[in-house]
């Protein structure tokens, strides 16, 4: 019998502080993944040494597609620490599941 392939649920979980107030956001990776890419092509953004780097206008409109999809917080900031998180979470799943069919 073949080894079963674990699938990670894709499901994050944020919470963001803002001095004595904190927020709250469970999502999923997959959508938030997409709207990065979207926003990203949206901004046209270049590689530079095999890493696409955002830029001011980029984060900003980031931060306003993270709401339409319930993000709490909309800043530039945050944008770009989830922007961050969802692609290095998406790489890492990626891989995992690489390992897991090659074995």
Known sequence: MPKPIELDSGNLS??????????????????????????????????????????AAFFADLGKELVAIGCPVATPTVAARVWGIVNDKFNASVKDLAKQIAR
């Not at 803002?18 to 270049?46: P, Q």
């Open 14 to 55: 944020f919470v963001f502080r803002d001095g004595e107030k904190s927020h709250s956001w469970d999502t999923d990776l997959i959508t938030v993944k997409l709207t990065c890419e979207r926003i990203e092509d949206k901004h046209k953004l270049v590689q530079k040494s095999g890493i696409i780097q955002g830029n």
